[in-house]
């Protein structure tokens, strides 16, 4: 099973030199011991960077996973279920001949989202079945 079609591929990053002021508002009822606890219940004003977001646009890629993890997080009492989380390794590659001779992908990254584990889906097809579904690789089909 593989991805095949255009991936947008979004990245945030911070302005060489545009700023703005942001506004921080601490709450009264912090606790001792929290690193703002002397700030609490004041207001303070910080200069941070802008954060620019820039897009590349990658045309007729193979993805591939390569890996899937279930991960036990915890009973929840009041919904009385288990918490399961899915995390998986996508791979990108120009071509599916590339993927087969090349050992460093174009891009590849992990991601890890929350789990139906009754669900009919085995990990790898729940995290393809994911994955189209995240930002940049909603264009992607089945292959």
Known sequence: MALTGTLTKYIASEHASDT??????FPADLTEGHPHYDLRGTTTTETIPVTVETSTDHSDVYVFISATSV??????????????????IYKVYNSKSEKDTLTD??????????WD???NLNPTEAAYTHLKT???FENLINL
């Open 20 to 25: 703005e002021t942001i506004t921080i508002t």
């Open 71 to 88: 991960q036990y997080v915890g009973y929840d009492a009041s919904t009385d279920t288990n918490n399961v989380n899915l995390y998986y």
């Open 105 to 114: 992908p174009l891009l590849e990254d992990g991601i890890s989202t929350s």
């Open 117 to 119: 584990y009754s669900s």
């Open 134 to 136: 995240v930002r940049g």
